[in-house]
């Protein structure tokens, strides 16, 4: 079993419609949750950032941490065209250096 | 501000050639750096972490290799590609707070292909 799932999509969804992303992993010690956007050919760009359960909002972006169902999500809200990239979760715990990713949901969003 | 640079952007480069990516950091000090490969369609890979200078973590076994001779540079080498060496490889950051990393930030990437 991986460490971290993520639902590969791709995903396609109208301008403006509230899109979902979610990922689940196996390891209870992770604490820190990040969303990370990488559009094509580029690095990925650190989005969200969350330690340990709860929500965060930023603009129309809000990331939820479910530690005892061990599921993340990212909600975007009134999508844009410019939202069409790779949208990748990883996660660490409190004992080391590393970081396990998911392997990243492809989404568009149509005008 | 904190900036990473990598080149080249775009290598190709014939099978059983030599390989050298390098990686610099601006606006920290002692950060984690971090080697990733990215194949097309799949997850982040790690390949190498450092948590300082001369201090090398290797995760996969494999023909390549890196060191850090200056606390903000990481370089990614090889004597002899491979054709499986093809993928976008990614410089990452971090720094560490109480001895973890708990966030990082990416490079540009290098898109290497190996012919």
């Known amino acids: 079993q991986k460490e971290v799932e993520q639902d590969p999509g791709p995903l396609s969804v109208p301008e403006g419609a509230i899109v979902s992303l979610n990922c689940t992993y196996s390891?209870?010690?992770?604490?820190?949750f990040m969303w990370y956007r990488q559009y094509s050919r580029k690095g990925p760009e650190l989005l969200m950032y969350?330690?340990?359960?709860g929500n965060k909002e930023d603009g129309r972006f809000t990331a939820q941490v479910d530690k005892s169902s061990k599921y993340i999500s990212l909600f975007i809200r009134d999508s844009q065209p410019s939202d069409s990239a790779t949208y990748l979760c990883a996660m660490s715990d409190n004992t080391g250096n590393q970081f396990y990713f998911g392997t990243g949901t492809s989404l568009t969003v149509i005008p | 501000s904190q900036t990473i640079h990598q080149w080249p952007a775009t290598l190709v480069q014939p099978v059983g050639s030599p390989l050298s990516l390098e990686c610099t950091v601006e606006?920290?000090?002692?950060?984690?750096l971090y080697w990733y490969r990215q194949a097309a369609g799949r997850g982040l890979q790690l390949l190498f972490y450092?948590?300082?200078?001369?201090?090398i973590s290797s995760e996969v076994p494999q023909n390549l290799s890196a060191s850090r001779p200056q606390d903000r540079q990481f370089i990614l080498s090889s004597k002899k590609l491979l054709l499986s060496d093809s993928g976008f490889y990614l410089c990452a950051w971090s720094v560490p707070t109480s001895g973890r990393a708990d966030t990082q930030y990416f490079g540009p990437g290098t898109r290497l292909t190996v012919l």
């Open positions: 390891n209870s010690a992770f604490q820190y």
């Open positions: 606006g920290t000090s002692n950060p984690n």
């Open positions: 450092s948590v300082g200078i001369g201090q």
């Open positions: 969350t330690y340990s359960s």
